[in-house]
C-alpha cells in the first residue's frame, strides 16, 4: 500500500486565486513529520512546510499552509494568492519515527502534482 | 555555505561501464541520503548513511554501492550500469539536531544509460 498518496496528477489554478494540492498518508508511527517539496521545472527540490505529528496548530510559512486533519490522516498544502511562479511539481513527503534514530528521518515521497498556474 | 553539491549535473553511459556520482555537503550534517527520481514517480531512497562508517540501504539498493569515509562525502558507485538505471539522482543531507529534519538536497544528477 502507497504511504503517501497525491491523488491530483496536474491542476490548473489561476494567478492570484488560492489552490490546495491534496496528499493523505498512512503510517501507524505515533511519531512522524510531514513535508511538502516544490520542483520547478530546473529541477532542484525546494522545501516549503513542515508539519508534526504532535504539533497542535497547522503550519505556516508565507503564502504556504498545511491543513493538517491527523484523523483523516491527510495533510494538504494550500497556496493562497497564486503567483505565476509557483507553477512547478509539488511533492507531499513523510518521515516515520522521531527523526532522531538510524533511518528515521528518510523520506518517503509521493507521486507529485503538477500544478500551472494561468495569468 | 555551498550547501550540498552534486558532480557531474549530467552523464551518458552506455550499458555496462561504471562511474561515481559525487555528492558533498559543508553543513557538517551526520546524515545523508541519495534518492532517484524517475518520470511520474517520487523520489525513491537508494542508500542512505548515519555517519561517517555507517551506511545502510533504502528502498532500491541495487545496482549501487555507498561509503562514507568523511562526514563531507557520500557517493554513489554504479557497478555495471543498466538503462533501468536511467533517472535523476538526489543526494540529500540533513542534521539530527532540528527537530524537524528538513532535508537539504543537491540540485541533481541527470543520468542516462544507453
Known amino acids: 500500500a502507497q504511504k503517501i498518496t497525491q491523488t491530483q496528477p496536474g491542476m490548473f489554478v489561476q494567478e492570484k486565486e488560492a489552490v490546495t494540492l491534496d496528499c493523505t498518508y498512512d503510517?501507524?508511527?505515533?511519531?512522524?513529520?510531514l513535508f511538502w517539496y516544490k520542483q520547478p521545472s530546473s529541477g532542484e527540490m525546494i522545501f516549503l512546510i513542515y508539519?508534526?505529528?504532535?504539533?497542535?496548530q497547522n503550519a505556516t510559512e508565507g503564502r504556504y499552509s498545511l491543513n493538517f486533519q491527523k484523523a483523516r490522516k491527510s495533510a494538504n498544502l494550500v497556496i493562497s494568492a497564486s503567483q505565476l511562479g509557483d507553477s512547478a511539481m509539488y511533492f507531499c513527503?513523510?518521515?516515520?519515527?522521531?527523526?532522531?534514530?538510524?533511518?528515521?528521518?528518510?523520506?518517503?515521497f509521493g507521486k507529485g502534482t503538477k500544478l500551472s498556474v494561468k495569468p | 555555505n555551498a550547501g550540498v553539491t552534486q558532480t557531474p549535473k549530467f552523464q551518458v553511459l552506455k550499458t555496462g561501464q561504471s562511474m561515481t556520482l559525487q555528492c558533498a555537503q559543508d553543513?557538517?550534517?551526520?546524515?545523508m541520503s541519495w534518492y532517484r527520481q524517475d518520470p511520474g514517480m517520487g523520489l525513491r531512497l537508494i542508500h542512505y548513511?548515519?555517519?561517517?562508517?555507517?551506511?545502510d540501504q533504502g528502498e532500491v539498493p541495487n545496482g549501487y554501492n555507498v561509503s562514507r569515509s568523511t562526514t563531507e562525502d557520500f557517493p554513489l558507485r554504479l557497478l555495471s550500469a543498466a538503462p533501468s538505471q536511467t533517472s535523476v539522482y538526489f543526494c540529500?543531507?540533513?542534521?539530527?539536531?532540528?527537530?524537524?529534519?528538513?532535508?537539504?538536497f543537491g540540485p541533481g544528477t541527470r543520468l542516462t544509460v544507453l
Open positions: 508539519q508534526g505529528s504532535y504539533d497542535q
Open positions: 553543513m557538517n550534517h551526520e546524515y
Open positions: 503510517t501507524s508511527d505515533p511519531s512522524y513529520g
Open positions: 540529500a543531507s540533513r542534521t539530527r539536531a532540528l527537530r524537524r529534519n528538513e532535508q537539504f
Open positions: 513527503a513523510m518521515r516515520e519515527g522521531s527523526g532522531y534514530g538510524g533511518s528515521q528521518g528518510n523520506l518517503i
Open positions: 548513511s548515519v555517519g561517517a562508517g555507517i551506511t
